[in-house]
Protein backbone atom coordinates (compact mmCIF):
# COMPACT_ATOMS: atom_id res chain seq x y z
CA UNK A 1 0.00 0.00 0.00
CA UNK A 2 1.14 3.32 -1.25
CA UNK A 3 2.69 5.43 1.73
CA UNK A 4 0.09 8.33 0.80
CA UNK A 5 -2.66 5.55 2.03
CA UNK A 6 -1.14 4.08 5.20
CA UNK A 7 0.13 7.35 6.49
CA UNK A 8 -3.88 8.61 6.28
CA UNK A 9 -5.24 5.52 7.56
CA UNK A 10 -2.50 5.81 10.67
CA UNK A 11 -2.76 9.81 10.89
CA UNK A 12 -6.51 9.59 11.61
CA UNK A 13 -6.39 7.53 14.49
CA UNK A 14 -3.36 9.31 16.15
CA UNK A 15 -5.75 12.70 15.62
CA UNK A 16 -9.08 11.52 15.95
CA UNK A 17 -8.64 12.87 19.83
CA UNK A 18 -7.36 16.87 18.35
CA UNK A 19 -9.83 16.86 15.44
CA UNK A 20 -12.90 15.98 18.30
CA UNK A 21 -11.38 19.15 20.13
CA UNK A 22 -10.92 21.31 17.14
CA UNK A 23 -15.15 20.24 15.97
CA UNK A 24 -15.61 22.70 19.35
CA UNK A 25 -13.68 25.83 17.95
CA UNK A 26 -15.72 28.91 18.63
CA UNK A 27 -15.10 32.33 17.22
CA UNK A 28 -11.39 33.25 19.13
CA UNK A 29 -9.66 30.21 17.63
CA UNK A 30 -10.65 31.17 14.07
CA UNK A 31 -8.66 34.31 13.70
CA UNK A 32 -6.13 32.75 11.42
CA UNK A 33 -6.62 32.96 7.47
CA UNK A 34 -9.04 30.36 5.82
CA UNK A 35 -7.99 29.48 1.86
CA UNK A 36 -11.97 29.53 1.47
CA UNK A 37 -14.56 31.31 2.87
CA UNK A 38 -17.98 30.67 2.11
CA UNK A 39 -20.52 33.93 3.11
CA UNK A 40 -24.18 33.82 3.54
CA UNK A 41 -25.66 30.90 2.62
CA UNK A 42 -28.25 28.68 4.48
CA UNK A 43 -26.62 25.57 5.75
CA UNK A 44 -27.78 22.22 6.08
CA UNK A 45 -25.26 20.53 7.78
CA UNK A 46 -25.60 17.25 7.62
CA UNK A 47 -27.78 16.41 10.53
CA UNK A 48 -31.20 16.92 11.82
CA UNK A 49 -30.59 20.32 13.10
CA UNK A 50 -32.57 23.20 11.18
CA UNK A 51 -30.96 24.97 8.49
CA UNK A 52 -29.56 28.66 9.30
CA UNK A 53 -27.78 31.01 7.24
CA UNK A 54 -24.17 31.25 8.05
CA UNK A 55 -20.64 30.83 6.85
CA UNK A 56 -18.37 27.88 6.36
CA UNK A 57 -14.86 28.32 6.38
CA UNK A 58 -11.98 25.91 4.44
CA UNK A 59 -8.40 25.65 5.16
CA UNK A 60 -6.58 22.91 3.26
CA UNK A 61 -8.33 19.52 3.01
CA UNK A 62 -10.24 20.85 5.90
CA UNK A 63 -13.54 22.48 7.39
CA UNK A 64 -12.38 25.24 10.01
CA UNK A 65 -15.47 26.72 10.56
CA UNK A 66 -19.17 26.14 10.50
CA UNK A 67 -21.46 29.15 12.14
CA UNK A 68 -23.75 32.20 11.79
CA UNK A 69 -20.62 34.99 11.18
CA UNK A 70 -17.30 34.28 10.34
CA UNK A 71 -14.64 36.43 12.16
CA UNK A 72 -12.41 36.10 9.87
CA UNK A 73 -10.28 36.57 6.58
CA UNK A 74 -9.96 33.86 3.24
CA UNK A 75 -7.63 34.24 0.21
CA UNK A 76 -10.96 33.67 -1.15
CA UNK A 77 -14.06 34.51 -0.46
CA UNK A 78 -17.30 33.01 -2.09
CA UNK A 79 -20.94 35.12 -1.69
CA UNK A 80 -23.62 32.36 -1.12
CA UNK A 81 -26.19 34.30 -0.87
CA UNK A 82 -29.32 32.48 -1.84
CA UNK A 83 -27.36 29.13 -2.43
CA UNK A 84 -27.91 26.22 -0.12
CA UNK A 85 -24.55 24.93 1.63
CA UNK A 86 -24.30 21.03 2.37
CA UNK A 87 -21.49 18.29 2.60
CA UNK A 88 -21.08 16.97 -0.47
CA UNK A 89 -23.49 14.16 -1.43
CA UNK A 90 -22.20 10.37 -0.77
CA UNK A 91 -23.60 7.83 -3.23
CA UNK A 92 -24.36 4.82 -1.43
CA UNK A 93 -24.42 2.02 -4.63
CA UNK A 94 -22.37 3.22 -7.67
CA UNK A 95 -21.02 1.21 -10.81
CA UNK A 96 -18.82 4.12 -11.72
CA UNK A 97 -16.29 1.95 -13.12
CA UNK A 98 -16.45 3.33 -16.53
CA UNK A 99 -15.74 6.88 -15.20
CA UNK A 100 -12.82 6.00 -12.26
CA UNK A 101 -10.88 2.63 -14.11
CA UNK A 102 -10.61 4.76 -17.51
CA UNK A 103 -7.32 5.48 -19.35
CA UNK A 104 -8.12 8.78 -20.16
CA UNK A 105 -7.80 11.04 -16.96
CA UNK A 106 -10.51 13.72 -18.31
CA UNK A 107 -12.90 10.74 -17.40
CA UNK A 108 -11.49 9.97 -14.13
CA UNK A 109 -12.64 13.08 -13.22
CA UNK A 110 -16.12 11.63 -12.71
CA UNK A 111 -18.04 14.63 -14.40
CA UNK A 112 -21.44 12.76 -13.56
CA UNK A 113 -21.33 12.47 -9.87
CA UNK A 114 -19.81 15.87 -9.32
CA UNK A 115 -21.96 18.13 -11.84
CA UNK A 116 -24.85 16.45 -9.08
CA UNK A 117 -22.79 17.76 -5.73
CA UNK A 118 -21.27 13.95 -5.54
CA UNK A 119 -17.94 13.93 -3.70
CA UNK A 120 -18.04 10.51 -2.10
CA UNK A 121 -18.84 7.40 -3.98
CA UNK A 122 -19.11 2.97 -2.83
CA UNK A 123 -17.93 0.89 -5.17
CA UNK A 124 -17.28 -3.01 -5.59
CA UNK A 125 -21.16 -3.32 -4.63
CA UNK A 126 -23.32 -6.05 -6.24
CA UNK A 127 -20.99 -8.35 -5.27
CA UNK A 128 -18.49 -6.89 -7.76
CA UNK A 129 -15.76 -5.53 -5.76
CA UNK A 130 -11.84 -7.07 -5.69
CA UNK A 131 -10.71 -8.72 -3.14
CA UNK A 132 -7.75 -6.93 -3.71
CA UNK A 133 -8.81 -4.42 -1.91
CA UNK A 134 -5.57 -2.48 -0.87
CA UNK A 135 -3.73 -2.47 -4.57
CA UNK A 136 -6.87 -1.39 -6.27
CA UNK A 137 -7.17 1.43 -4.16
CA UNK A 138 -4.19 2.72 -4.20
CA UNK A 139 -4.08 2.21 -8.21
CA UNK A 140 -7.32 4.20 -8.37
CA UNK A 141 -5.95 6.96 -5.80
CA UNK A 142 -2.65 6.92 -7.85
CA UNK A 143 -4.62 7.53 -11.23
CA UNK A 144 -6.29 10.44 -10.53
CA UNK A 145 -9.37 10.44 -9.53
CA UNK A 146 -12.45 13.00 -8.96
CA UNK A 147 -14.47 11.01 -6.41
CA UNK A 148 -13.89 9.76 -3.34
CA UNK A 149 -13.92 6.28 -3.13
CA UNK A 150 -15.17 3.43 -0.56
CA UNK A 151 -14.55 0.05 -1.08
CA UNK A 152 -16.03 -3.65 -0.56
CA UNK A 153 -15.21 -6.75 -1.24
CA UNK A 154 -17.34 -8.84 -3.34
CA UNK A 155 -18.85 -11.38 -2.84
CA UNK A 156 -19.29 -12.07 -6.10
CA UNK A 157 -15.75 -12.16 -7.13
CA UNK A 158 -14.34 -14.67 -4.47
CA UNK A 159 -16.86 -16.97 -5.53
CA UNK A 160 -15.85 -16.93 -8.96
CA UNK A 161 -12.29 -16.87 -7.49
CA UNK A 162 -12.46 -19.98 -6.16
CA UNK A 163 -15.25 -21.64 -7.71
CA UNK A 164 -15.84 -19.72 -11.38
CA UNK A 165 -19.58 -19.76 -13.03
CA UNK A 166 -20.33 -23.21 -11.56
CA UNK A 167 -24.03 -24.05 -9.99
CA UNK A 168 -22.98 -26.09 -6.90
CA UNK A 169 -21.50 -25.21 -3.51
CA UNK A 170 -18.04 -25.36 -2.28
CA UNK A 171 -16.13 -27.64 -0.19
CA UNK A 172 -14.34 -27.22 2.79
CA UNK A 173 -11.37 -26.36 1.44
CA UNK A 174 -13.29 -23.99 -1.27
CA UNK A 175 -15.02 -22.31 1.94
CA UNK A 176 -11.69 -21.57 3.91
CA UNK A 177 -10.06 -19.89 0.30
CA UNK A 178 -13.07 -18.28 0.05
CA UNK A 179 -13.44 -16.93 3.63
CA UNK A 180 -9.61 -16.09 3.40
CA UNK A 181 -10.00 -13.76 0.85
CA UNK A 182 -12.66 -11.51 1.90
CA UNK A 183 -10.41 -11.71 5.88
CA UNK A 184 -7.78 -10.15 3.23
CA UNK A 185 -10.13 -7.48 1.54
CA UNK A 186 -11.27 -6.70 5.39
CA UNK A 187 -7.49 -6.50 6.82
CA UNK A 188 -6.69 -4.00 3.70
CA UNK A 189 -9.69 -1.71 4.44
CA UNK A 190 -13.53 -2.71 2.51
CA UNK A 191 -16.40 -1.40 4.37
CA UNK A 192 -18.32 -4.22 3.76
CA UNK A 193 -18.59 -7.28 1.99
CA UNK A 194 -21.45 -7.10 -0.75
CA UNK A 195 -23.54 -9.84 -2.73
CA UNK A 196 -25.91 -9.87 -5.36
CA UNK A 197 -27.72 -12.84 -4.82
CA UNK A 198 -29.75 -12.13 -7.82
CA UNK A 199 -26.53 -12.50 -10.09
CA UNK A 200 -25.14 -15.81 -10.96
CA UNK A 201 -22.72 -16.95 -9.70
CA UNK A 202 -23.62 -15.52 -6.70
CA UNK A 203 -27.35 -16.89 -7.21
CA UNK A 204 -26.20 -20.73 -6.93
CA UNK A 205 -24.76 -20.24 -3.45
CA UNK A 206 -27.54 -21.52 -0.67
CA UNK A 207 -28.12 -19.31 2.17
CA UNK A 208 -26.04 -21.01 4.57
CA UNK A 209 -22.57 -20.04 2.44
CA UNK A 210 -23.03 -16.86 2.35
CA UNK A 211 -23.42 -16.87 6.05
CA UNK A 212 -20.04 -18.72 6.49
CA UNK A 213 -18.22 -15.80 4.14
CA UNK A 214 -19.74 -12.89 5.50
CA UNK A 215 -18.98 -13.70 8.92
CA UNK A 216 -14.96 -12.93 8.01
CA UNK A 217 -16.56 -9.59 7.05
CA UNK A 218 -18.41 -9.68 10.74
CA UNK A 219 -15.58 -10.26 12.72
CA UNK A 220 -13.80 -7.59 11.01
CA UNK A 221 -16.40 -4.53 11.61
CA UNK A 222 -17.58 -4.63 7.75
CA UNK A 223 -21.72 -4.69 7.50
CA UNK A 224 -23.57 -6.90 4.59
CA UNK A 225 -24.87 -4.72 1.80
CA UNK A 226 -26.90 -6.80 -0.58
CA UNK A 227 -28.91 -6.52 -3.43
CA UNK A 228 -31.12 -9.06 -2.52
CA UNK A 229 -31.66 -12.02 -4.11
CA UNK A 230 -35.21 -11.34 -5.20
CA UNK A 231 -36.79 -8.18 -5.68
CA UNK A 232 -39.35 -9.27 -7.55
CA UNK A 233 -41.02 -12.90 -7.91
CA UNK A 234 -37.73 -14.87 -10.08
CA UNK A 235 -37.53 -17.21 -6.89
CA UNK A 236 -38.26 -16.90 -3.30
CA UNK A 237 -40.20 -13.87 -3.92
CA UNK A 238 -39.59 -10.27 -2.35
CA UNK A 239 -40.86 -10.43 1.02
CA UNK A 240 -39.11 -14.00 1.25
CA UNK A 241 -35.75 -12.26 0.01
CA UNK A 242 -36.16 -9.41 2.67
CA UNK A 243 -36.10 -11.98 5.03
CA UNK A 244 -33.45 -14.04 3.88
CA UNK A 245 -30.97 -11.10 3.98
CA UNK A 246 -32.41 -9.87 7.52
CA UNK A 247 -31.17 -13.81 8.66
CA UNK A 248 -27.85 -13.53 6.98
CA UNK A 249 -26.74 -10.20 8.81
CA UNK A 250 -28.38 -11.86 12.33
CA UNK A 251 -26.59 -15.15 12.01
CA UNK A 252 -23.21 -13.36 10.99
CA UNK A 253 -23.33 -10.98 13.54
CA UNK A 254 -23.76 -7.89 11.19
CA UNK A 255 -25.42 -4.71 9.86
CA UNK A 256 -27.29 -5.19 6.66
CA UNK A 257 -28.14 -2.53 3.81
CA UNK A 258 -30.77 -3.55 1.65
CA UNK A 259 -28.99 -1.88 -2.03
CA UNK A 260 -32.39 -0.17 -4.25
CA UNK A 261 -34.59 -1.13 -2.57
CA UNK A 262 -37.91 -1.74 -4.70
CA UNK A 263 -40.74 -3.72 -5.53
CA UNK A 264 -39.43 -4.69 -8.91
CA UNK A 265 -42.52 -6.13 -11.16
CA UNK A 266 -45.91 -6.32 -11.87
CA UNK A 267 -45.82 -9.37 -9.51
CA UNK A 268 -45.00 -7.26 -5.96
CA UNK A 269 -46.19 -4.06 -7.12
CA UNK A 270 -47.73 -2.63 -3.77
CA UNK A 271 -45.94 -4.64 -1.41
CA UNK A 272 -43.43 -1.50 -0.48
CA UNK A 273 -45.69 -1.37 2.76
CA UNK A 274 -45.06 -5.30 3.69
CA UNK A 275 -41.27 -4.60 2.99
CA UNK A 276 -41.08 -2.18 5.26
CA UNK A 277 -42.87 -3.80 8.39
CA UNK A 278 -40.36 -6.87 7.76
CA UNK A 279 -37.16 -4.46 8.04
CA UNK A 280 -38.92 -2.21 10.99
CA UNK A 281 -39.68 -5.29 13.33
CA UNK A 282 -35.97 -6.48 12.88
CA UNK A 283 -35.07 -3.16 13.80
CA UNK A 284 -37.40 -2.75 16.83
CA UNK A 285 -35.69 -6.18 17.42
CA UNK A 286 -32.72 -4.19 18.04
CA UNK A 287 -31.22 -5.51 14.28
CA UNK A 288 -29.18 -3.01 12.41
CA UNK A 289 -30.81 -2.67 9.11
CA UNK A 290 -30.64 0.18 6.50
CA UNK A 291 -31.48 0.57 2.77
CA UNK A 292 -30.97 3.07 0.10
CA UNK A 293 -32.55 4.06 -2.87
CA UNK A 294 -32.76 5.46 -6.26
CA UNK A 295 -35.57 7.57 -7.57
CA UNK A 296 -36.21 6.08 -10.38
CA UNK A 297 -39.37 4.01 -11.62
CA UNK A 298 -37.18 2.55 -14.58
CA UNK A 299 -34.67 -0.34 -12.99
CA UNK A 300 -31.41 -1.15 -14.76
CA UNK A 301 -29.82 -4.11 -15.75
CA UNK A 302 -29.25 -6.37 -18.69
CA UNK A 303 -30.97 -8.59 -20.66
CA UNK A 304 -29.97 -11.70 -19.53
CA UNK A 305 -30.22 -11.39 -16.08
CA UNK A 306 -33.74 -10.14 -16.31
CA UNK A 307 -34.83 -12.58 -18.88
CA UNK A 308 -32.58 -15.80 -18.86
CA UNK A 309 -33.53 -18.69 -16.07
CA UNK A 310 -30.89 -18.95 -13.81
CA UNK A 311 -30.03 -22.63 -14.87
CA UNK A 312 -28.83 -21.65 -18.33
CA UNK A 313 -26.35 -19.77 -17.12
CA UNK A 314 -24.39 -22.56 -15.09
CA UNK A 315 -20.73 -22.20 -15.98
CA UNK A 316 -21.28 -18.91 -18.17
CA UNK A 317 -21.39 -17.60 -21.28
CA UNK A 318 -20.14 -20.94 -23.60
CA UNK A 319 -22.01 -23.33 -21.93
CA UNK A 320 -25.41 -20.88 -22.58
CA UNK A 321 -25.11 -20.70 -26.18
CA UNK A 322 -24.62 -24.85 -26.36
CA UNK A 323 -27.82 -24.54 -24.75
CA UNK A 324 -29.11 -22.40 -27.37
CA UNK A 325 -27.91 -24.83 -29.89
CA UNK A 326 -29.91 -27.61 -28.34
CA UNK A 327 -33.14 -27.13 -29.68
CA UNK A 328 -35.20 -29.11 -26.78
CA UNK A 329 -32.85 -27.03 -24.21
CA UNK A 330 -33.71 -23.89 -25.77
CA UNK A 331 -37.61 -24.38 -25.79
CA UNK A 332 -37.41 -24.90 -22.44
CA UNK A 333 -35.30 -21.27 -22.12
CA UNK A 334 -37.80 -19.89 -23.90
CA UNK A 335 -41.02 -20.79 -22.46
CA UNK A 336 -39.31 -19.23 -18.90
CA UNK A 337 -38.14 -16.19 -20.39
CA UNK A 338 -42.08 -15.44 -21.74
CA UNK A 339 -42.74 -15.45 -17.73
CA UNK A 340 -40.14 -13.45 -16.53
CA UNK A 341 -41.13 -10.59 -19.95
CA UNK A 342 -44.32 -11.07 -17.90
CA UNK A 343 -43.14 -10.14 -14.50
CA UNK A 344 -41.16 -7.42 -15.88
CA UNK A 345 -43.94 -5.78 -17.95
CA UNK A 346 -43.53 -7.02 -21.51
CA UNK A 347 -41.36 -6.51 -24.41
CA UNK A 348 -42.99 -2.85 -24.30
CA UNK A 349 -41.55 -2.35 -20.65
CA UNK A 350 -37.95 -3.27 -21.89
CA UNK A 351 -35.91 -0.29 -22.96
CA UNK A 352 -32.71 -1.03 -24.13
CA UNK A 353 -29.94 1.08 -23.41
CA UNK A 354 -26.59 -0.11 -23.93
CA UNK A 355 -24.56 2.58 -25.89
CA UNK A 356 -23.28 2.48 -29.70
CA UNK A 357 -25.44 -0.56 -30.72
CA UNK A 358 -28.68 -0.33 -33.46
CA UNK A 359 -30.96 -0.94 -31.06
CA UNK A 360 -29.66 1.59 -28.37
CA UNK A 361 -33.04 3.64 -27.28
CA UNK A 362 -35.36 1.25 -28.92
CA UNK A 363 -37.84 -0.96 -26.44
CA UNK A 364 -37.37 -4.84 -27.06
CA UNK A 365 -40.48 -4.44 -28.44
CA UNK A 366 -39.84 -2.06 -31.22
CA UNK A 367 -36.96 -4.26 -31.88
CA UNK A 368 -38.16 -7.48 -32.46
CA UNK A 369 -41.00 -5.62 -34.93
CA UNK A 370 -37.92 -4.89 -36.84
CA UNK A 371 -36.38 -8.07 -36.77
CA UNK A 372 -39.71 -9.86 -37.08
CA UNK A 373 -39.34 -12.24 -34.21
CA UNK A 374 -40.07 -12.77 -31.18
CA UNK A 375 -39.30 -10.58 -28.82
CA UNK A 376 -38.01 -13.21 -26.89
CA UNK A 377 -35.56 -14.70 -30.10
CA UNK A 378 -34.65 -10.97 -30.61
CA UNK A 379 -33.87 -10.83 -26.81
CA UNK A 380 -31.73 -14.06 -27.53
CA UNK A 381 -29.60 -12.65 -30.06
CA UNK A 382 -28.42 -9.80 -28.33
CA UNK A 383 -27.29 -11.78 -25.68
CA UNK A 384 -25.89 -14.14 -28.20
CA UNK A 385 -24.43 -11.32 -30.18
CA UNK A 386 -22.52 -10.24 -26.86
CA UNK A 387 -21.01 -13.48 -26.00
CA UNK A 388 -19.71 -14.69 -29.57
CA UNK A 389 -18.70 -10.89 -30.89
CA UNK A 390 -14.58 -10.54 -31.59
CA UNK A 391 -14.81 -7.29 -31.21
CA UNK A 392 -13.06 -6.44 -27.63
CA UNK A 393 -15.15 -3.42 -26.96
CA UNK A 394 -18.05 -4.71 -27.31
CA UNK A 395 -17.34 -8.69 -26.15
CA UNK A 396 -19.89 -8.61 -22.97
CA UNK A 397 -21.70 -5.95 -23.94
CA UNK A 398 -24.76 -4.83 -25.20
CA UNK A 399 -27.65 -6.42 -23.11
CA UNK A 400 -28.12 -3.22 -20.92
CA UNK A 401 -32.06 -2.70 -20.50
CA UNK A 402 -33.74 0.07 -18.24
CA UNK A 403 -37.30 -1.78 -17.13
CA UNK A 404 -40.14 0.01 -16.26
CA UNK A 405 -41.59 -1.95 -13.64
CA UNK A 406 -41.95 -0.08 -10.14
CA UNK A 407 -45.10 1.94 -8.88
CA UNK A 408 -44.36 5.56 -7.80
CA UNK A 409 -46.71 4.76 -4.34
CA UNK A 410 -44.26 2.28 -3.53
CA UNK A 411 -40.73 4.79 -4.21
CA UNK A 412 -42.61 7.28 -2.53
CA UNK A 413 -43.27 5.22 0.80
CA UNK A 414 -40.13 3.85 0.60
CA UNK A 415 -38.09 7.27 0.41
CA UNK A 416 -40.11 8.46 3.44
CA UNK A 417 -38.74 6.09 5.81
CA UNK A 418 -35.83 7.44 8.08
CA UNK A 419 -33.30 4.74 7.91
CA UNK A 420 -33.45 5.08 4.08
CA UNK A 421 -30.33 7.22 2.02
CA UNK A 422 -29.76 8.10 -1.31
CA UNK A 423 -28.17 5.94 -4.51
CA UNK A 424 -27.95 6.46 -7.76
CA UNK A 425 -27.42 2.60 -8.97
CA UNK A 426 -25.61 4.44 -11.24
CA UNK A 427 -24.96 2.16 -14.69
CA UNK A 428 -23.71 2.69 -18.02
CA UNK A 429 -26.71 3.79 -20.39
CA UNK A 430 -29.47 4.72 -17.29
CA UNK A 431 -29.49 8.12 -16.97
CA UNK A 432 -29.16 7.42 -13.11
CA UNK A 433 -25.78 7.68 -13.72
CA UNK A 434 -25.92 11.57 -14.55
CA UNK A 435 -28.61 12.99 -12.83
CA UNK A 436 -29.71 10.95 -9.41
CA UNK A 437 -29.26 13.75 -7.24
CA UNK A 438 -30.78 16.47 -8.91
CA UNK A 439 -33.55 14.48 -10.06
CA UNK A 440 -34.63 13.45 -6.30
CA UNK A 441 -34.04 17.10 -5.60
CA UNK A 442 -36.53 18.26 -8.89
CA UNK A 443 -39.34 15.85 -8.60
CA UNK A 444 -39.82 14.50 -4.58
CA UNK A 445 -38.83 17.69 -3.00
CA UNK A 446 -39.43 20.78 -5.43
CA UNK A 447 -42.23 19.54 -7.21
CA UNK A 448 -44.33 16.48 -5.51
CA UNK A 449 -42.82 17.45 -2.08
CA UNK A 450 -42.95 13.68 -1.20
CA UNK A 451 -39.99 14.67 1.37
CA UNK A 452 -38.60 17.90 2.74
CA UNK A 453 -35.25 19.46 1.59
CA UNK A 454 -33.41 18.75 5.09
CA UNK A 455 -34.55 15.00 4.69
CA UNK A 456 -33.51 14.83 1.10
CA UNK A 457 -29.71 16.66 2.17
CA UNK A 458 -29.59 14.22 5.12
CA UNK A 459 -30.30 11.09 3.36
CA UNK A 460 -27.52 12.40 0.48
CA UNK A 461 -25.11 13.13 3.34
CA UNK A 462 -24.99 12.70 7.40
CA UNK A 463 -27.13 9.00 7.56
CA UNK A 464 -25.22 7.68 4.57
CA UNK A 465 -21.91 8.66 6.65
CA UNK A 466 -23.16 6.90 9.70
CA UNK A 467 -24.57 4.33 7.63
CA UNK A 468 -21.16 3.06 6.32
CA UNK A 469 -18.98 4.93 8.97
CA UNK A 470 -17.29 7.35 7.08
CA UNK A 471 -14.66 8.92 8.71
CA UNK A 472 -15.43 12.58 9.53
CA UNK A 473 -17.60 13.39 6.43
CA UNK A 474 -20.90 13.62 6.03
CA UNK A 475 -21.25 16.65 7.80
CA UNK A 476 -20.64 20.32 8.07
CA UNK A 477 -18.47 20.45 11.65
CA UNK A 478 -15.23 21.91 12.18
CA UNK A 479 -12.30 19.37 12.00
CA UNK A 480 -14.26 17.54 9.05
CA UNK A 481 -12.54 16.69 5.76
CA UNK A 482 -13.53 19.91 3.36
CA UNK A 483 -16.03 18.28 0.91
CA UNK A 484 -18.91 20.79 0.73
CA UNK A 485 -21.23 21.52 -2.04
CA UNK A 486 -22.91 24.79 -3.06
CA UNK A 487 -26.10 24.60 -4.97
CA UNK A 488 -28.39 26.92 -6.85
CA UNK A 489 -31.95 25.78 -5.66
CA UNK A 490 -33.36 27.34 -8.57
CA UNK A 491 -31.11 25.75 -11.34
CA UNK A 492 -30.13 22.20 -9.62
CA UNK A 493 -31.93 19.77 -12.01
CA UNK A 494 -31.31 17.30 -14.05
CA UNK A 495 -30.27 17.27 -17.78
CA UNK A 496 -30.53 13.60 -18.75
CA UNK A 497 -33.51 11.63 -19.75
CA UNK A 498 -33.94 7.85 -20.85
CA UNK A 499 -33.04 8.92 -24.19
CA UNK A 500 -29.90 10.95 -23.47
CA UNK A 501 -28.51 9.28 -20.62
CA UNK A 502 -25.37 11.04 -20.87
CA UNK A 503 -26.31 15.00 -20.50
CA UNK A 504 -24.21 16.59 -17.21
CA UNK A 505 -26.66 17.76 -14.09
CA UNK A 506 -26.61 21.43 -13.76
CA UNK A 507 -27.34 24.05 -10.48
CA UNK A 508 -23.49 23.03 -8.63
CA UNK A 509 -22.33 26.47 -7.96
CA UNK A 510 -19.38 25.37 -6.03
CA UNK A 511 -18.05 21.60 -5.18
CA UNK A 512 -15.05 21.02 -3.14
CA UNK A 513 -13.64 17.27 -2.75
CA UNK A 514 -10.77 17.56 0.24
CA UNK A 515 -10.73 21.18 -0.20
CA UNK A 516 -9.63 21.27 -3.56
CA UNK A 517 -12.41 23.22 -5.99
CA UNK A 518 -13.68 20.16 -8.66
CA UNK A 519 -17.08 22.27 -9.94
CA UNK A 520 -17.43 25.71 -10.41
CA UNK A 521 -20.76 27.19 -11.68
CA UNK A 522 -21.77 23.64 -13.05
CA UNK A 523 -18.67 23.24 -14.79
CA UNK A 524 -15.72 20.32 -13.44
CA UNK A 525 -12.43 22.05 -13.00
CA UNK A 526 -10.38 19.05 -13.84
CA UNK A 527 -9.64 18.88 -10.36
CA UNK A 528 -8.46 15.07 -9.04
CA UNK A 529 -9.03 15.43 -5.55
CA UNK A 530 -10.39 12.38 -4.86
CA UNK A 531 -9.14 9.98 -2.10
CA UNK A 532 -9.87 6.09 -1.30
CA UNK A 533 -11.04 6.22 1.86
CA UNK A 534 -9.82 2.59 3.34
CA UNK A 535 -10.85 1.48 6.92
CA UNK A 536 -8.36 1.37 9.42
CA UNK A 537 -6.92 -1.93 9.65
CA UNK A 538 -9.39 -4.31 12.11
CA UNK A 539 -8.36 -5.88 15.08
CA UNK A 540 -6.81 -9.67 14.41
CA UNK A 541 -5.43 -8.40 11.23
CA UNK A 542 -1.41 -9.34 10.39
Not at 73 to 92: E, L, N, R
Not at 94 to 121: C, E, M, Y
Not at 201 to 224: C, I, M, N
Not at 306 to 334: F, H, M, N, Y
Request: with cysteine; aromatic share 6%.
Amino acid sequence: MPTSIASRRLRTLLLAGGLTALAGMGTAATAEKADVLIRGGTIYDGGTGKPYVGDVALKGDRIVYVGRKAHMTAGQVSDAKGMIVTPGFIDAHTHADSFIRSPDKAVRVNAAWLDQGVSTVMIGVDGFGTPDVGADAAKLEASGIGTNIVPFIGFGRVRQQVLGDDARAPNAQELGRMKALVAKGMCEGATGFSAGLFYPPQSFAKTDEVVAVAKEAATRGGLYDTHQRDESSYNIGLLGSVKEAISIGKQAGMPVHFAHLKALGVDVQGQAPAVIAEIEAARKAGQDVTADQYPWLASGSSLDASLLPGWAVDSGGEALVKRLDDPATLGKIRDEMQNNMRRRGGPKALLLIAQGFSWTGKTLEQVAAEWQVDPRDAALRIIRQSIETTDPGKKGKGTGVASFNMAQKDVDLIMQQSWVVTSSDGSDGHPRMFATFPEKYKNYVRDRKVISLQAFVRQSTGATADIYKIDHRGYLKAGYFADVAVIDPAKYAPRADYVHPRELSVGVSRLFVNGVLSVSDSQTTGAAAGRALLRPKPAGCS
